[in-house]
């Protein structure tokens, strides 16, 4: 085992190379509450149940019914699945009677899942032990 003296660690002989850059990038960069709500939009991308129901608003809207047999998820998960993907704007919903059909909130949302998507089914990096040999 190594003791912490023989452990090498990273760090920047410099206090700042770039100043001017890192001057800008702080600039720019977005206040902490919107760091926080596109952190949290992000854990809402990051299960695979509801990103499933977000996949499946790419066509249009979709009646709750309809999302739970597309999924595999019971009508009760789906809705529950649903209030939270509404309550961060991520889904909006139109009802009809008893009927709630939900579609993806815009076209930021769309572009997002859109991007992810063609990410993955570009890149064998991420799970390379599923690539056929």
């Not at 299960?47 to 739970?68: F, I, Q, S, T, Y």
């Not at 991520?90 to 993806?104: C, E, M, P, T």
């Amino acid at each position: 085992m190594k003791s912490s003296a023989d452990v090498q660690h990273d760090s920047c002989s410099v206090r700042l190379v770039d100043p001017e850059r890192v001057a800008s990038v702080n600039a720019r960069m977005p206040g902490e509450d919107d760091i926080v709500d596109t952190a949290d939009v992000f854990g809402l991308l990051g299960d695979p149940r509801r990103l499933k129901l977000l996949v499946a608003l790419l066509d249009g809207e979709l009646c709750v019914c309809d999302l739970a047999a597309i999924t595999g998820l019971s009508e009760s998960a789906t809705s529950h699945a649903l209030r939270l993907l509404r309550a961060h704007r991520v889904v909006g919903v139109r009802r009809d009677g008893r009927n709630a059909f939900y579609r993806l909130d815009d076209a930021h949302v769309r572009m997002l899942l859109d991007l992810a998507v063609a990410h993955t089914e570009h890149t064998d990096a991420i799970h390379p032990e599923r690539s056929e040999a």
